[in-house]
């Protein structure tokens, strides 16, 4: 088992990533001195396959569970949803004291996360991520959030985790396409964050297609590594998190303009990439040979990087309603080379739209 610990002061929490972490919960949790009521979210496929297994650890340390279901995927994200889980709460008789436990995909962090923030200003709070994507990111930093009519992730609060136990052994168990999907991020990390780790994943690429468990649980660990100190240097983000958008903000538009449902997030997030890596090409600011590597490691592990299928100009409109444009401007992070970013603002339509292309 590999321990990362994220330094926030009082909001300080551990990361435990390895195999078998599920059983641990109850011990772990009995550490932090908490109440005994305890309300575990999930999803009932998730609770099939993993829930039963925390709960049972947790009831085995002496806590009171509460299993509260959630619906699968974004669908558990809305205002109904998270008034139904307060519900629980009151019905379970949680206090102050009690923890909420979210054992899922970053759809049930958020969801779970959202409601231990706002039920009675804010209750204990630990992440149980079961896919990649969650446990290199989503589980950690505290972001939670439900969506609103209008966009995605619109309405949320930062209540950062008492404790992340990611169980690479969990990702066994996901379809290809989900495994796949958290690769992005993985990749994003060491593109922008750390060559040395972007060169592990170049050369363990094989072994985590194959999802080889000690190159999992070492991988999963150095992303938490690269998002934790991050998040300990911008806990709000106010600009050095922006970094952790790589990708995003054209895999955002992309998702956006097809529904959320054509394309994986992660395989937006790749498609992202790719052009992201292209604007940096473009403006003279990566060094030759950047945009190769990175377009080679997001395909050595199956992700996409070309196809969005989408006219380049409908993705630039839906980039002017990006949320993190700042009076009308949207800031892109950008690789100058692996392992260093710049954020740079007032990128030209034109530079756009040819990265777009190359994509498309």
Same mark, same amino acid.
């Given at each position: 088992?590999?321990?990362?610990p994220?330094s926030?002061?009082?909001?300080s929490?551990?990361i435990?990533?390895?195999?078998g972490?599920?059983a ?7 550490? *932090?001195?908490?109440g =005994?009521?305890v ?13 039963e ?9 002496g806590?009171e569970?509460?299993?509260v ?12 949803v998270?008034a &139904?889980?307060?519900d629980? +709460?009151?019905?379970? $008789?949680?206090?102050? &004291? ?8 970053g759809a049930v ?8 923030a706002?039920y ?5 709070? %630990?992440?149980?991520?079961?896919? *990649? ?7 950690i930093?505290?972001k ?6 209008r ?6 609060? +930062?209540h950062?985790? =008492? ?7 969990? !990702?066994l168990t *996901? ?8 690769m992005?991020?993985?990749i ?8 040395? @780790?972007?060169t ?7 072994a *985590?297609?194959?999802?080889?468990p000690? %190159? ?6 150095g ?17 050095l ?18 529904? @959320? ?6 395989e937006? %997030? &790749? ?11 473009r403006?003279?600011?990566a ?12 395909e050595?592990v199956?992700?996409?990087?070309? $196809?969005?299928?989408e006219?380049p100009?409908r ?11 700042k009076?009308?401007?949207?800031p892109f992070? !950008? ?6 970013? =710049?954020?740079i603002y007032?990128? &030209? =339509?034109?530079?756009?739209?040819d ?6």
């Amino acid at each position: 088992m590999i321990e990362i610990p994220v330094s926030l002061g009082s909001r300080s929490y551990r990361i435990l990533v390895g195999t078998g972490v599920l059983a641990r919960t109850g011990v772990e949790l009995e550490r *932090l001195k908490v109440g =005994r009521k305890v309300a575990l979210v999930t999803d009932p496929g998730i609770l099939a396959l993993h829930g039963e297994t925390v709960a049972a650890s947790l009831r085995a340390a002496g806590f009171e569970v509460t299993i509260v279901l959630l619906p699968e995927g974004e669908r558990a994200k809305t205002l109904d949803v998270a008034a &139904s889980t307060w519900d629980r +709460f009151l019905d379970a $008789g949680l206090d102050r &004291s009690s923890t909420v436990v979210a054992v899922g995909g970053g759809a049930v962090g958020d969801l779970a996360g959202f409601t231990a923030a706002t039920y009675m200003r804010g209750v204990n709070f %630990v992440q149980v991520p079961t896919t *990649l994507l969650a446990q290199v990111d989503a589980s950690i930093g505290g972001k939670t959030a439900i969506d609103h009519a209008r966009g995605k992730n619109m309405i949320g609060a +930062f209540h950062q985790p =008492r404790l992340v136990l990611a169980d690479t052994a969990t !990702l066994l168990t *996901l379809p290809e396409r989900e495994y796949r999907s958290g690769m992005a991020e993985v990749i994003k990390h060491g593109i922008v964050l750390d060559a040395a @780790y972007f060169t592990e994943v170049e050369r363990e690429a094989v072994a *985590l297609r194959a999802r080889e468990p000690a %190159v999992l649980s070492r991988i999963v660990a150095g992303s938490c590594r690269l998002k934790g100190s991050v998040v300990e240097r911008d806990e709000q983000e106010a600009e050095l998190r922006h970094v952790l958008n790589y990708g995003h903000t054209i895999g955002h538009a992309i998702e956006a303009i097809t529904g @959320y449902e054509r394309f994986a997030h992660g395989e937006a %997030v &790749s498609l992202g990439i790719a052009a992201e890596a292209g604007i940096a090409e473009r403006l003279g600011l990566a060094k030759p040979g950047t945009r190769e590597r990175q377009v080679a490691a997001l395909e050595a592990v199956g992700l996409p990087v070309r $196809g969005a299928g989408e006219p380049p100009e409908r993705v630039v409109e839906a980039l002017s309603r990006d949320k993190k444009s700042k009076d009308g401007r949207v800031p892109f992070v !950008l690789a100058p080379e692996i392992g260093a970013f =710049r954020i740079i603002y007032d990128v &030209s =339509r034109a530079t756009i739209l040819d990265a777009l292309a190359d994509v498309a």
